[in-house]
């Protein structure tokens, strides 16, 4: 079974802080990866995606991808309480002959004012 | 303006009936996806398609089905035969299927109860 691990928190962060949440998956083949962010009652929305190992920024966020330890995280700075949601990680995985979009349960961020 | 519409946003089912939660996309995508989404829980994909008139069952598709006669419907029926339907359910779509982008547009979702 493949999957993908996530702390499921709360993380909670003053405002203005970096919040640093972390996911790592069991499919070393893995190659493309994903974070969505999911306020509370609503749907998912992309913000970060990442397929090379490395740092990727975009704007307050930046993702990480180690493919050797199989983890990436995503690391947002200065953090502010509209920030406050459940981030969800997501992985491209090969499941037989084809290929999933398999989640993690998500980690739950709050920021403080 | 594009995107996905779920009907209805909340709905109310006695044991032992069958509803039917709507999908609609005007965004052009060949794939959609039904996920379902439980407290605490992450996604769990029930039923997908690449193209019209092909579906695939997805790691939780006992108690559902699905159809799609049209590139831009989805259309999802929790049958008597699911145990447990209590739930968030979110429909989704992307350009292709996963093999070329894990970018999936969400609609805002149907909460199913069953009293």
């Known amino acids: 079974q493949k999957e993908v691990e996530q702390n499921s928190g709360p993380l909670s962060v003053p405002e203005g802080a970096i919040a640093s949440l972390n996911c790592t998956y069991s499919?070393?083949?893995?190659?493309?990866f994903f974070w969505y962010r999911q306020y509370s009652g609503k749907s998912p929305e992309l913000i970060m995606f990442?397929?090379?190992?490395g740092d990727k920024e975009d704007g307050r966020f930046t993702a990480q991808l180690n493919k050797a330890s199989q983890y990436v995280s995503l690391l947002i700075r200065d953090s502010q309480p509209s920030d406050s949601a459940t981030y969800l990680c997501a992985v491209i995985t090969r499941v037989d002959s084809s290929y999933k979009l398999i989640f993690g349960s998500g980690t739950r961020l709050l920021v403080r004012p | 303006d594009g995107g996905i519409t779920q009907s209805p946003k909340y709905l109310f089912r006695k044991e032992g009936q069958n509803v039917t939660l709507s999908c609609e996309q005007n965004?052009?995508?060949?794939?959609m996806y039904w996920y379902r989404q439980d407290p605490g829980q992450g996604l769990r994909l029930i039923y997908y398609?690449?193209?019209?008139?092909?579906?695939q069952k997805g790691d939780i598709a006992e108690g559902y089905s699905v159809s799609r006669e049209k590139k831009e419907s989805f259309p999802l029926t929790v049958t008597s035969a699911q145990k447990n339907p209590t739930a968030f359910y979110l429909c989704a779509s992307s350009i292709g299927l996963w093999r070329n982008t894990g970018e999936l547009f969400f609609g805002e979702g149907s909460r199913l109860t069953v009293l």
């Open positions: 990442i397929y090379s190992n």
């Open positions: 398609s690449q193209i019209v008139n092909d579906f």
């Open positions: 499919d070393r083949g893995s190659q493309s």
């Open positions: 965004l052009n995508h060949d794939a």
